[in-house]
């Protein structure tokens, strides 16, 4: 599946919350997400920027992905497809 090339930091955040993500504190353009899913606590930053590179978003989806322990095709058909 290819990759949203518009996709902005908050429509990601808004996104991962269907994983139980929550936004818990922010640092200049970053936002920090974090979940206790699986019984230990999981966070990730995201670029608080109106269109994430390709680059980042795919570290970021395989950095969750390998949390939830779920193929990261997966997470983003998950994500994306409506």
Sequence with gaps: MRLPRDLSGH???RLLRRFGYEANRQAGSHI???TKLRGHPHRITIPDH???RVGTLNAILSDVA???KLD???LAKDLFEK
Excluded: G, K, V
């Design 50 to 52: 109106d269109h994430l």
């Design 66 to 68: 390998d949390y939830l």
């Design 32 to 34: 920090r997400l974090e």
């Design 72 to 74: 990261r095709a997966q």
């Design 11 to 13: 429509e990601l955040i």
